[in-house]
């Protein structure tokens, strides 16, 4: 038996908050849209290096509030990246825990994402 990654499926209300946020800030690419019809409510995946999200603004697909933990590597980087940025909705720091350097940002729409560097040696 083989188990594939998991594709968390984040709950958005607004598509342009959602680019702002997931596209503009924090540099994913979006890989596809769908839509039933026209003025329907949107579901997309987008991509950055390996972590691959799915937004939906379908009632039911997921929990808003819910949080994400993303493992990484050179976090500094990243948060230098973001720091850059200047977005005015979120400026987070990295902070050192027990499990690693941990950046959290919150999107427009309450959900959290811990992006995670491990101790070295780990």
Known sequence: MHL???IPIIRI??????????????GFTVEWEHRF??????YA????SDLIL????????ATPGSTIFVPMQ??????AELQRKD????KPGVETLPW??????VDPFGNRIRFCESPKGD
Do not use: C, M, W
């Open 13 to 26: 209300f607004s598509e342009e908050k959602a680019r702002e946020f997931y596209v503009d800030f924090l």
């Open 4 to 6: 594939a990654r998991a």
């Open 87 to 90: 977005y005015k909705y979120g």
């Open 37 to 42: 019809e026209e003025n329907f409510p949107l």
């Open 45 to 48: 995946q987008v991509r950055r």
């Open 74 to 79: 050179d976090i500094d980087a990243f948060h």
């Open 100 to 105: 690693g350097r941990v950046l959290e940002t």
């Open 54 to 61: 799915h937004l939906s603004e379908h009632h039911g697909d």
